[in-house]
């Protein structure tokens, strides 16, 4: 290749095996999952080159393209994405990168191309970036892209060159991330929808994780991992040292999951022991138990306390931007759908005995116009509710665990695995936190459980009035609906 001005050496670059798969797939919706190292957004940056190289020339000759290289924040943007790009393009060969327009104009032989850098950070970024005529585009660390973002940009590419200058040879949107969370919409597009149109790719990790060694989780060099080539020795294993094995799942391992910044609300809590390896069925015979938090993100947890005193979270009902009355007929449908006919009690936060400004209702209210009739938990004491989750969990029944969670429970195991957290104050020295733990998408399922398990008497265990474990019948049961369901 030459430029108009200098020569042009030629960059040498070989995909590893994952990788030349994502190359030579035409899927519109591309994305690359792995490890840190292995060689992603190097990937990335080719790709979209090449893609420029191949554009059908227009009626004056030129290949012309443009693109839109995307990342959360502007800081991330510049300090690594840029990086990347320029490191492998450097402007002294392919043209000037425009500081003020974040825009790297490329120009060599025939090929005239445009990549436009862009954040999310800034007011009016998304707007800007919503409004732009692209070839392609792509997303750095997809895992922080909200998926309206993804959609509303495939909308986007495939607009230039327009036909008059010869027209997308391709179009395409790719994307590249450090694994995400199972409750990720990348999660569920690559393992579980599937869908037409979709391509992914998974990188092997770089490391592997082998069983335990002194109660602590071993790991060992992956002798499929790729990259390794392009990376100094030994550099998964050195990076390790120190880390919590969450975060050498996540960014050494390539496994699902998320890294907390933050200190767990239940350190007592292990999903290796609390959570069933299949879904856990309610016993007719017995009551069921159900913790309600509200608000505009309200959560109901459903549970049953067994006659020899374990606990079992059956299942779990999350709303985002649900106000009470719909929240009342969706909790009121599943409780007929999957509990018809059963004794319930429901105890929910004390503050939804306030009334609203707006009609002076209170969630009780609301709940009790649906037909279905809740109690305020007895206390609303943070530790008190604490310590009755976390009594049980330490406690041993008939040689298992005292509290076992369904797995249908996703986002309360999330939550109780540590993304319910105490938020770190940012202060200089020792580690400390707040005394409330952070309010986010996992805080109401995790409040509900609590104000079920302090409702159904795990508040009286912890003040020493009811040690034991008692039949579940010994509860002042009644029927929550008022009329017929």
Not at 59 to 65: A, E, K, L, V
Not at 173 to 197: F, S
Not at 261 to 279: I, L, N, Y
Request: with cysteine; glycine share 10%; charged share 25%.
């Amino acid at each position: 290749m030459t430029n108009n001005e200098h020569p042009i050496q030629r960059i040498t670059y070989a995909a590893p095996p994952t990788l030349t798969r994502f190359h030579a797939s035409d899927a519109f919706y591309r994305g690359v999952m792995g490890p840190v190292g292995s060689g992603k957004s190097t990937a990335m940056c080719m790709e979209l080159m090449r893609r420029a190289q191949a554009q059908q020339p227009g009626p004056d000759g030129m290949r012309r393209s443009r693109f839109a290289i995307v990342r959360n924040t502007y800081r991330e943007l510049a300090d690594t994405t840029l990086k990347t790009w320029l490191d492998w393009f450097p402007e002294d060969l392919f043209g000037q990168y425009n500081q003020t327009g974040m825009t790297h104009t490329v120009r060599f032989g025939d090929v005239h191309a445009e990549f436009m850098f862009r954040s999310l950070d800034r007011p009016g970024d998304v707007k800007k970036l919503l409004s732009l005529e692209l070839t392609g585009a792509w997303f750095n660390e997809c895992r922080e892209m909200p998926k309206a973002i993804v959609d509303a940009m495939g909308d986007r590419v495939e607009r230039f060159p327009p036909r008059r200058m010869g027209g997308c040879s391709w179009a395409g949107v790719i994307m590249d991330t450090n694994p995400p969370d199972t409750d990720h919409w990348w999660y569920r597009l690559a393992e579980e929808d599937r869908p037409r149109g979709w391509a992914f790719f998974r990188q092997p990790g770089g490391l592997l994780e082998k069983g335990e060694e002194n109660g602590r989780p071993r790991f060992a060099p992956n002798p499929n991992a790729e990259n390794l080539t392009n990376l100094p020795e030994q550099y998964y294993l050195r990076r390790m040292a120190g880390k919590p094995a969450d975060h050498i799942r996540v960014y050494y391992c390539a496994k699902y999951g998320s890294v907390q910044d933050g200190k767990p609300v239940f350190p007592e809590f292990h999903a290796t022991v609390h959570v069933a390896s299949t879904p856990l069925r309610a016993r007719p015979e017995s009551p069921l138990f159900v913790g309600l938090d509200f608000g505009l993100t309200p959560a109901a947890v459903f549970g049953q306390r067994e006659i020899n005193g374990r606990w079992l979270w059956l299942g779990e009902l999350v709303a985002e931007d649900m106000g009470m009355t719909r929240f009342a007929r969706e909790l009121r449908r599943t409780l007929n759908e999957r509990w018809p006919g059963m004794e319930v009690v429901l105890y929910g936060d004390p503050a939804g005995t306030q009334r609203s400004q707006v009609d002076e209702r209170t969630p009780f209210d609301i709940l009790r116009a649906g037909g279905i009739d809740a109690r305020p938990a007895p206390s609303n004491d943070p530790l008190l509710r604490r310590e009755a989750v976390a009594l049980p969990l330490t406690r041993m029944v008939d040689g298992g665990p005292g509290l076992l969670t369904s797995p249908e429970c996703r986002t309360l195991i999330k939550g109780m695995c540590g993304a319910y957290r105490y938020r770190r104050v940012e202060i200089s020295g020792e580690e400390r936190y707040k005394d409330e733990p952070d309010k986010n998408r996992y805080s109401h399922v995790c409040d509900a459980a609590q104000y079920l398990m302090i409702g159904a008497g795990e508040g009286r265990a912890v003040l020493g009035r009811d040690a034991g474990p008692r039949p579940a019948r010994a509860e002042n049961h009644y029927n929550p609906f008022r009329r017929s369901v």
